[in-house]
């Protein structure tokens, strides 16, 4: 296999810094006299913490292993060969690190290449071949094992997946070939499309035993036990492994249409990845293995040396690094603890801060309201939250016992929160109220206790000013739904100093949210953007442009749904009560349209009603359609799209001069993580750089050559 080698160390020289992993051989005779046998065990050296991957060095590795094993059993030295990984870890893929650093499309496909050449050696040995998934398994570590003769998984694995749709890549070391030809082409587009573009969901090892990807699942403590005494039987021939028959006909391509549909669904036609990878399954029916690792080659190549992926890329390392260690947080050592807190409302959103607190801090929380039956209610909704976590087997009973006793209401706020560390208002957005609030929270609470404010819009420094401590007073914008997205807004005010800051962030860790901080200025950053983003909309709609014209001028983007369905979800009434604020402050930049101000005043909750439940095809309310008035300026799909991106690239510019956030990377954080936009676009400031839009309007890019996109 010297032309793997020399392939495996080229690439190698282009993977500066890479994690090796090491690809252990040792033999051990297998239970029941079935044989000497070779396990290979993947391992980086590194705890779980630092999890198992594939570079150039790493291939060349399993290469050697392979080497071995190979001469073994043709010597029939061995009976089989297994693969296993280091504790709590199979294999994770492809290492992310080196790809972003190629240049060359001859590069990007030698790793296809490499892959493939490594891993296909696997089902070619003169000796079965298992795969023991025993702890996490994502991207080429799955595909390794596809590549085996049997596969068994711990049914303790937290985590498997083929997840490269998800970055901009298709599974391009055999997964798009080899896992509908074992499972079925509606499973494999369920796992490669559906489950990515869900946001990169995982599957449970019994998940992967029930859908057919694993001949047998064993319990954690002793999987690799269990694993080889299910090993040695099928050598022996005493377990016989059947599987089903593929459907090769109409439900094949009754499987690509539907994952069509998926992607149709989710990125609207404006990311390759999904696309590429279905083209790659319906190829795979007849079972032609060598043609499908070409494809798979061929649109791995052209895939790495893409903006999707790029982005993808630059996106995945904004969550998972940047979203880990925010920009601009005082030193941690400054933070004071928090044993209890109050939380100032008791509706919906004040009710789901307090779920969130009890269950990350597992401190006791405390509701107040103006009266006893707001708080019973807000009371009863958490306690019912943690009954349906109970009744779903998330928590146990003493468990939930303890999180309801530590949640409790009361009209008197000093007995509420004497003895408080952190206190959040989510009341009415309104100023004087919450000013009112604040006064009356700081006549109560501890000298060392935190204020923070859940507002979406309106000044902390404001709100803090007629404090005798408005050093203490921090913003804490969640979004909505609080349990589900990730971004908190940790706002400092004028007077704000390191310790609230410092505690504000340590509680965010603890809470599991990827805390941003943001300058005390209008709306932030999310809704300062949204903001001007629908504004255009609105205003384009306003001056005589079709509602379904201006929406479906967005859908190149790919974001997650459209405006007009946002604003349903937000709220006309916020969405307009936001507008107004940046109105207040940006007049010529921030519109309010008069036909917001209809449908709000008309008491509608949206600008469409759902047939039958169908919120996939929306219709325009007749009744709002009544309500418009609309100029005679009719603009092209083209032309909306252009305005709403070059008010948008205007809008983070000037945010950006002002110093809301450290970096445009802070901005395309809060947008993945508080709004859903999507990896493929990177956020937003690398689509606007490729599109040549931050160039037209500010006269330069937001980033930097070579960040999120191929280097020079």
């Excluded at 789901?352 to 309201?369: G, I, K, N, S, Y």
């Excluded at 940006?586 to 009603?609: C, I, Q, W």
């Excluded at 008010?647 to 993945?672: F, K, N, R, S, Y």
Aim: charged fraction near 20%; include cysteine; charge should be negative.
């Amino acid at each position: 296999m010297t032309n793997t080698a020399e392939l495996l160390k080229g690439a190698a020289e282009l993977f500066p810094g890479e994690v090796v992993t090491q690809a252990h051989v040792r033999h051990l005779d297998l239970p029941q006299g079935a044989g000497r046998f070779a396990l290979i065990t993947l391992d980086n050296g590194l705890d779980h913490t630092k999890p198992t991957t594939f570079g150039p060095a790493s291939l060349a590795n399993l290469n050697t292993a392979i080497d071995q094993v190979e001469k073994e059993a043709a010597d029939g030295g061995i009976t089989g060969v297994g693969i296993t990984g280091k504790p709590f870890i199979f294999a994770v893929g492809a290492d992310l690190k080196g790809v972003e650093l190629l240049k060359r499309h001859e590069d990007a496909l030698a790793i296809g290449k490499g892959g493939h050449d490594v891993f296909k050696r696997l089902s070619a040995l003169a000796v079965p071949t298992f795969a023991y998934y025993n702890g996490a398994a994502m991207g080429g570590g799955v595909e390794v094992g596809l590549h085996c003769s049997y596969r068994t998984v711990s049914a303790a694995l937290p985590a498997f997946s083929l997840p490269e749709v998800f970055l901009g890549l298709v599974p391009g070391w055999g997964g798009c070939t080899l896992l509908p030809n074992l499972i079925g082409a509606d499973r494999a587009v369920s796992v490669i499309i559906e489950n990515s573009l869900n946001q990169n969901k995982q599957l449970k090892g019994e998940q992967v035993y029930d859908l057919g990807i694993a001949d047998a699942i064993f319990e954690g403590a002793d999987f690799l036990e269990q694993s080889l005494i299910w090993t040695a039987a099928v050598l022996k021939g005493e377990i016989e492994v059947v599987r089903p028959e593929i459907d090769r006909g109409d439900a094949w391509h009754e499987a690509v249409v539907r994952g069509r549909a998926i992607a149709d669904g989710k990125v609207h036609g404006a990311a390759p990845a999904a696309y590429r990878a279905l083209e790659i399954i319906d190829a795979a029916r007849n079972g032609d293995l060598a043609r499908g690792y070409e494809a798979e080659e061929k649109a791995l190549a052209d895939l790495i040396m893409g903006s999707e992926l790029r982005s993808g890329i630059y996106a995945f390392n904004l969550v998972q690094k940047r979203g880990k260690r925010p920009a601009g947080a005082p030193d941690k050592s400054l933070a004071r603890p928090v044993s209890k807190v109050g939380v100032v409302g008791a509706g919906l959103m004040a009710s789901q801060l307090a779920l969130l607190f009890v269950r990350r801090l597992e401190v006791p929380v405390v509701l107040t309201d103006i009266d006893q039956e707001r708080i019973d209610k807000g009371v009863g909704y958490v306690h019912g939250e943690i009954d349906k976590l109970l009744l779903k087997g998330r928590i146990n009973q003493d468990k939930a016992n303890r999180l309801k006793a530590a949640v409790t209401g009361s009209l008197d706020k000093a007995a509420a929160f004497g003895d408080a560390d952190f206190v959040i208002e989510a009341v009415f957005e309104e100023m004087g109220v919450k000013q009112k609030v604040f006064a009356e929270v700081e006549a109560v609470v501890p000298e060392h206790a935190i204020l923070a404010t859940n507002t979406s819009s309106l000044s902390v420094s404001e709100m803090a000013s007629q404090l005798k401590h408005p050093e203490r007073v921090v913003g804490f914008h969640f979004f909505n739904p609080v349990a589900i997205l990730p971004l908190l807004e940790i706002v400092r005010g004028e007077k704000t100093d390191d310790a609230a800051l410092a505690t504000a962030f340590g509680v965010a860790k603890k809470l599991k949210k990827t805390a941003v901080l943001v300058k005390d200025a209008p709306a932030f950053v999310v809704n300062r953007i949204l903001t001007r983003f629908m504004g255009e909309i609105q205003n384009v709609i306003d001056e005589g442009t079709p509602v379904d014209a201006a929406e479906r001028a967005i859908e190149p983007l790919g974001l997650p749904m459209s405006p007009l369905v946002l604003l349903e979800l937000v709220g006309p009434a916020i969405g307009l009560h936001v507008s107004e604020t940046l109105h207040g402050a940006f007049p010529d930049r921030f519109t309010v349209s008069e036909n917001l101000r209809r449908v709000v005043g008309a008491g509608k909750r949206g600008f469409y009603v759902h047939a039958n439940g169908n919120s996939a095809k929306p219709e325009l309310d007749p009744e709002v359609a009544a309500l418009l008035q609309q100029g005679d300026t009719v603009l092209t799909e083209e032309q909306v799209r252009t305005r709403v991106l070059d008010a948008v690239a205007q809008e983070i510019g000037l945010m950006l001069q002002e110093g809301i956030v450290a970096e445009a990377q802070d901005i395309d954080l809060c947008l993945i993580t508080g709004a859903g936009w999507p990896f493929h676009l990177g956020g937003i400031t690398p689509y606007l750089d490729r599109e040549g839009v931050s160039e037209r309007v500010n006269g330069k890019a937001f980033l930097a050559p070579g960040v999120a996109s191929v280097p020079a």
